[in-house]
């Protein structure tokens, strides 16, 4: 008997952990969606700061850039299969 409570306990111990990493998951997806929606006009405001900036900081900018625009759809793409139903 008390085996068996054991083992409800652990299987309900499982769902909870596995309902708050899916929980996780849609909150990290949901804040890609937000980032995918802010991406073009961090875009556009990073032109303008590339104009009125010095050289050295135009690369540092350059790369910021690039770094948003490939990983920020790649991990919202990834969040998004992870919550998939």
């Known amino acids: 008997m008390e085996d068996n409570n054991l083992e409800d306990k652990l299987k309900e111990e499982e769902k909870v952990r596995n309902d708050y990493q899916k929980m996780q998951w849609r909150v990290i997806a949901d804040m890609m969606s937000v980032f995918a929606i802010e991406l073009p006009i961090l875009y556009a405001t990073t032109g303008y700061f590339q104009s009125i900036f010095p050289g050295e900081v135009k690369a ?21 299969f992870v919550t998939r139903k």
């Open 60 to 80: 540092e900018l350059y790369a910021g850039e690039t770094t948003l625009l490939l990983c920020l759809p790649l991990a919202y793409l990834a969040a998004r």
